[in-house]
């Protein structure tokens, strides 16, 4: 064998050898393994948080901001970009106790199996000091049987309706915002009754009415107390009155071919709104900032955004305070400050986050606050308005978020795939029951 | 065990495919019945016009992707969703580069990831070798069963085993830290399989034993005897195996975090907000894969040529 | 690569000595000369020295590896140590060969791959994984009985062979292509392994660019034919062929460079011998370079297969989100690995999923049986 072989394979050798060490050296730091990150040590105290994409704490500086205020106190915030794959993490930290931060965000669609299921494993938050500032029906999300709270509530989705007026105009239909909320006041079957209006009257039939079915059917759903399960966690969404009434005005959307075939977040529906499609959508308020980045500045100003006929919310977050956590009451007085009223006021102005926080619905930033893109709407007036209409009590089930995207599912079936309401109802039934029960 | 327990189907290439070629054979030579020696269809002939373009069109469709990738990479983020998409690039390559790498914390994450690619794939080629050589040259009880063990193991999806192997890495001591993601995945059954194939065609018989009978004891014979033949395969399987561990997400995303991430770890800290700024994914995305192929080049060039290039001139 | 030419003298040597006759021995039917393909030989044979004897069983007198330091006893006794030294060796070495691999299996691989068929006899969710509620085989009867299931198995079926086979067989050609003396050879290698590598998320973005049913490239470009709009989507067979094309992207180079390294272990003589027969380059393809490469093409064929059954990221890359993960609305291009991935991480029914990883690892082993059966069944009739 050549020695410049020899040579070579030696310090391959030697390579790996090195390579291996500095891995298992590396690797194996001094890290406090299974722990929260959490901690007490020479006077400074460490806070862990596990966010996800939405929230917007470390992106707009509020968590250095604290750590100003509070020279001792150092913040390590892990943001995950996808709520799923977030919540798959959550769990399974969770389930092996360990891997935890000292504080979690918790999504709305999650609230209940943690309040059900995990409720041990947070800290109370019911007493703290400061805290009765909030919308009462957000708080009630995150409280368990016996009135434990385990998060305190971030930002919220109340819903109007985003539309464009110059393709309302070229139908007939009006334009100011005002009087396209009296088309619809008090009933969502008003709104259908503008789109066949609309499909009537428009020039152009290369638009649609509305985006998507589904949209319809979200917003009818989420202004409910009782939604797809009753208070004793039965499922009723075979007999509720308010599930029939939505799947049947959004099917019947459907059929009349008053939707853009599209779903909401799904591929093609940042093109729809790029390229027009669509003449209106139902949005909460956190959906106005993509929908003004896709449709782009040529845009501007043809958007505007209505009051919907009926107040729904759509989405929105908590902080919660792990039980395992080393520094708990610095972590409480943290997620107390981050979801304060100035604080949410102050992330609402930057990211549009709405507030959770009634005092803060009163606030200046809030109550004056105008969007420019969507010609100057008072979008503070009208989400806290369409929030403050949603009832107090809102009865949550462990797979809300399964059941909604199952409807999604029956109505894409009706709209796109040229199913019968009937047909699509079965299967949706059928579904359901496989998913949920 | 032969290769006739394994599932065996010759692939007979459709008439489609004959015309490619046989296109590709009227290129300098030319194709004649006649008793004259007609050049090889292999590695010492040269490639004609018709390869080029071919290699090119696949090349084109390969590259696609990633060319795209820095495209968006380079625009910014409200003209990246529009239609049509852009398809030269724009100014903020660099802008975006960098924003991500800050972001991201790139530095130690490239670095967690070199090392645990890096060892995982070596451990992997090597171990895979071994095994390899083992199943497919020397003769012991229970080969068979063992290799269809071997075989057995690929077969389950190994996405629920993420729970259970989560609790192991808590009772290890192992949560957040680089041996989670490193020790699990030390071995390859698909490895073990590709070599002793790969082996048992390319590794003469009596080559092994010409090394017995001059005394060489196994682990001579394999470092002298099997490394040098098994190069163009251990060179595929180390870079398939780095690329598949620098880019495994699920698993360390549950098991590491920002205090010790490998790179697709690190790069969900991109996808924040409820605007997602798309082309520093992209930016983030594209330094993600960079390395990656400056590793392709490197083992790239050690699948052909080398220890049979001497072999072709006698 | 300055030693190859005294291992090809070597080479040489030993194909005129004594162990000329192995060129020709029926067991090496297949195999090249020994001497043509001669890399470098063990330190120990050196110019000049032969071995006399091709026995295995006891190792020639003096072989320098195998026999201590001249001095440490009596030249019978080293005979024997040697021996059981090289016994041990012979019967030992594969175990420890293979081990490492069983190792790291058991130690890692193993209480997962327990623990997940034990809780497919469970009702288990992922938030309570303390509470498993004990259900026997009902999980595996609920899913025999479940027309998702059965969904899930034909999809994976159609876009199992619509994705498998053009794939292995376009990887033949461009190995077949890297194969020859290119100009820019890393370039195209490079380029070859690049969809591997390219990440889901820029893999998703450009898909969807493609397949998007309003502004897609592909519908702008069928437009300018005066074709209608193809909604990929909801379209079962439209979609299971996007899926496809996503898989071939992705995995053809992948293969094609596993067959270029096995490639690399042909002997340019073969070619030779069969271009002096008068086979033109296609009949040297067929005959010479195809078999030369079975063992590889089976192996491609095996983890095609077995990539094809728990088919899931591709699929994911099309769809995108909720929806792809049950396969579109109606479950059109739901493929087992999406059913698993949907009962599992979307239902977070641990139980239930761990069942249709089963039934899918059932799977493979009948289509194994099958495999078996039908080869003697072609056997025998020939």
């Not at chain 1, 106790?97 to 938050?125: H, M, N, P, W, Y």
């Not at chain 2, 895979?128 to 497919?136: V, Y």
């Not at chain 3, 899930?152 to 994705?163: D, E, H, P, Q």
């Not at chain 3, 437009?223 to 989507?233: A, K």
Request: proline share 5%.
């Amino acid at each position: 064998m050549g020695k410049a072989r020899r040579k070579l394979r030696t310090r391959a050798v030697a390579a790996i050898s090195a390579v291996s060490a500095l891995g298992l050296v590396v690797g194996c730091g001094s890290s406090d393994s299974g722990g929260t990150g959490g901690g007490k040590k020479d006077g400074k105290v460490t806070i862990t948080m596990g966010l996800f994409g939405v929230m917007g704490f470390k992106e707009t500086g509020l968590l250095d901001k604290y750590m100003k205020e509070h020279p001792n106190v150092v913040i390590k915030a892990d943001v995950a970009g996808d709520e799923q794959t977030y919540y798959t993490a959550l769990q399974t930290h969770l389930a092996a106790g360990s891997g935890l931060k000292d504080i979690q965000g918790i999504e709305i669609g999650r609230a209940k199996e943690l309040s059900d299921t995990q409720k041990d494993k947070f800290v109370d938050l019911a007493g703290v000091a400061g805290t009765d500032h909030f919308l009462p029906w957000k708080q009630s999300q995150v409280t368990t049987a016996d009135k434990k709270v385990i998060g305190l509530g971030t930002d919220i989705g109340p819903m109007a309706v985003c539309y464009r007026k110059d393709l309302f105009k070229q139908a007939g239909l009006p334009t100011d915002r005002d009087e396209v909320a009296k088309l619809w006041e008090g009933d969502w079957s008003k709104y259908v009754d503008a789109g066949k209006e609309f499909k009537q009257k428009s020039k152009d039939d290369k638009v649609a009415f509305m985006d998507s079915s589904s949209g319809l059917f979200n917003a009818m759903i989420y202004g409910n107390s009782q939604q797809f399960y009753d208070k004793d966690g039965e499922l009723i969404y075979a007999t509720n009155p308010v599930v029939k009434d939505a799947w049947k005005l959004a099917s019947e959307a459907a059929t009349s071919d008053l939707t853009a075939k599209l779903r909401q977040f799904q591929p093609g529906w940042d093109p729809g709104l790029a390229n027009s499609t669509f003449a209106s959508t139902v949005c909460p308020a956190w959906m106005l900032a993509h929908i003004s980045e896709k449709a782009g500045p040529e845009n501007k100003g043809k958007w505007d955004v209505a009051k919907a006929p009926k107040g729904a919310n759509w989405g929105g977050a908590f902080l919660g305070v792990m039980e395992k956590s080393p520094v708990k009451k610095e972590a409480q007085d943290l997620v107390a400050w981050l979801t304060a009223p100035e604080q949410q006021a102050y992330l609402f102005k930057e990211i549009g986050n709405f507030p959770s926080s009634q005092t803060a619905l009163g606030m200046p930033e809030v109550v004056d606050a105008k969007s420019d893109y969507f010609s100057g709407a008072p979008i503070g007036k009208i989400f806290s308005a369409a929030a403050q209409e949603i009832p107090d009590e809102q009865v949550l089930g462990r797979k809300d978020g399964t059941i909604k995207d199952i409807f999604s599912q029956g109505l894409t079936l009706i709209e796109a795939q040229n199913k019968s309401p009937n047909e699509a109802w079965k299967t949706t039934d059928k579904r359901i029951e496989k998913a949920a029960g | 065990m032969t290769t006739d327990s394994i599932p065996v189907q010759t692939a007979d290439a459709p008439p489609g495919t004959v015309q490619k070629k046989a296109r590709k054979s009227t290129a300098p030579g030319g194709r004649s019945r006649q008793l004259f020696r007609h050049p090889g269809a292999g590695r010492q002939h040269h490639a004609g016009p018709v390869a080029y373009i071919l290699l090119g069109i696949a090349a084109l469709f390969s590259l696609f992707p990633l060319y795209w990738t820095m495209v968006a990479a380079s625009t910014d983020n409200t003209r990246v969703t529009q239609t049509p998409p852009p398809f030269l690039p724009g100014p903020h390559l660099l802008e975006n580069l960098g924003k991500a790498w800050q972001d991201a914390a790139l530095g130690k994450a490239m670095l967690n990831s070199l090392i645990v690619a890096g060892v995982i794939a070596l451990s992997t080629v090597l171990f895979a070798t071994l095994a390899g050589f083992a199943f497919a040259k020397l003769r012991f009880k229970g080969r068979n069963i063992l290799l269809m063990l071997v075989i057995g193991t690929m077969l389950v999806p190994p996405q629920l085993g993420v729970v259970p192997l989560f609790m192991m890495m808590t009772e290890l001591g192992w949560g957040q830290q680089l041996p989670a993601v490193i020790f699990p995945t030390l071995v390859s059954a698909v490895g073990v399989f590709f070599m002793r194939q790969y082996l048992s065609e390319a590794l003469p018989d009596e080559l092994v034993e010409a090394g017995r009978v001059d005394g060489a004891h196994s682990l001579r014979i394999f470092w002298s005897i099997v490394l040098p033949i098994a190069r163009p395969p251990m060179a595929v399987l180390f870079m398939i195996t780095f690329v598949h561990a620098w880019n495994d997400f699920f698993w360390p995303f549950i098991v590491l975090d920002m205090s010790n991430p490998t790179v697709p770890v690190a790069l969900t800290q991109l996808s924040a907000g409820y605007i997602r700024d798309q082309s520093l994914i992209m930016a983030g995305a594209l330094l993600g894969t960079l390395p990656l192929l400056a590793m392709f080049i490197v083992f790239g060039r050690q699948i052909v040529g080398g220890i049979m290039q001497g072999a072709v001139k006698g | 690569m300055e030693d190859h030419g005294q291992a090809h003298r070597e080479g040489r040597r030993l194909t005129s000595g004594p162990l000329a006759h192995l060129r020709s021995s029926p067991a090496s039917h297949a195999r090249p000369q020994v001497g043509r393909r001669a890399p470098a030989l063990p330190v120990t044979l050196q110019e000049g020295r032969l071995p006399v004897a091709i026995s295995t069983s006891t190792p020639p007198d003096g072989a320098p590896d195998a026999a201590p330091p001249a001095g440490s006893g009596s030249g019978a006794e080293r005979q024997r140590r040697s021996t059981l030294l090289h016994r041990l060796d012979v019967r030992g070495a594969p175990y420890a060969f293979i081990a490492p691999f069983f190792v790291v299996f058991a130690a890692f691989s193993f209480y997962p791959l327990v623990y997940t068929s034990w809780i497919s006899l469970h009702r288990v969710e992922l938030s309570t994984l303390n509470l498993m509620e004990w259900v026997g085989f009902d999980n595996y009867t609920a899913l025999w009985d479940d027309d998702r299931f059965w969904n899930a198995l034909l999809n994976t079926f159609t876009i199992g062979v619509l994705s498998t086979v053009p794939q292995l067989l376009m990887a033949l050609g461009l190995a077949h292509l890297l194969n020859y003396q290119l100009r820019g050879s890393t370039f195209f290698r490079v380029a070859a392994l690049t969809p591997y590598a390219t990440s889901v998320g820029a893999a998703a973005l450009v898909f969807t660019m493609l397949f998007e049913r309003d502004f897609g490239m592909i519908n702008w470009m069928l437009s300018l034919v005066g074709i209608d709009n193809i909604d990929f989507e909801n379209n079962k067979w439209a979609a299971q062929t996007a899926i496809s094309t996503i898989v071939i992207w992705r995995w053809t180079g992948y293969n094609a460079l596993l067959y270029l390294a096995a490639m690399q272990a042909i002997p340019r003589d073969r070619y030779e011998a069969a271009a002096i027969d008068g086979a033109s380059r296609w009949q040297q393809f067929l005959k010479v370079t195809i078999p030369g490469i079975r063992s590889t093409i089976v192996f491609t064929i095996v983890l095609s297969t077995i990539g094809a059954t728990q088919l899931f990221g591709e699929p994911l890359i099309f769809g995108q989100g909720p929806n792809g993960i049950t396969g579109g609305a109606d479950n059109q291009y739901q493929t087992l690995g999406l059913l698993l991935y949907e009962e599992g991480w979307k239902n977070y029914q641990m139980g239930r999923a761990a069942t249709v990883a089963w039934a899918m690892f059932l799977l493979l082993i009948v289509l194994f049986v099958v495999q078996r059966v039908v080869k003697r069944v072609l056997a025998r009739r020939a």
